[in-house]
Nanobody, 124 residues
Framework: QVQLVESGGGLVQPGGSLRLSCAAS????????IGWFRQAPGKEREGVSC????????YYADSVKGRFTISRDNAKNTLYLQMNSLKPEDTAVYYC?????????????????WGQGTQVTVSS
């Protein structure tokens, strides 16, 4: 049974940092494309950063390039998102998701299995 459990969210001041974790079970992380998505109140869910297993390619939304870094620890079967220089507009519920394919872009509809999400709030 595929399970994804996010953690690491919280309240942080603008300019601060957080690291999100996504613990995966029921499948081997490095066989599939996996990514981070977010949904702010009143907005559609969007892809933040995704990584494919076939070639290790990564995708970042323009709004987070240079500030966020996606990584995975295959030994721990865990995906991470390091978020630096956080802005109020980064406030959202962050989800990790996986697709049964070794390569994917970062479109919401490409991903089949989702975690429950973790809240990130950037505010002074």
């Amino acid at each position: 049974q595929v399970q994804l459990v996010e953690s690491g969210g919280g309240l942080v001041q603008p300019g601060g940092s957080l690291r999100l974790s996504c613990a995966a079970s029921g499948f081997t992380l490095d066989y599939y494309a996996i990514g981070w998505f977010r949904q702010a109140p009143g907005k559609e869910r969007e892809g933040v950063s995704c990584i494919s297993s076939s070639d290790g390619s990564t995708y970042y939304a323009d709004s987070v390039k240079g500030r966020f870094t996606i990584s995975r620890d295959n030994a721990k079967n865990t995906l991470y998102l390091q978020m630096n220089s956080l802005k109020p507009e980064d406030t959202a519920v962050y989800y990790c998701a996986v697709t049964p394919s070794s390569w994917a872009l970062c479109g919401v509809l490409e991903y089949d299995y989702w975690g429950q999400g973790t809240q990130v709030t950037v505010s002074s």
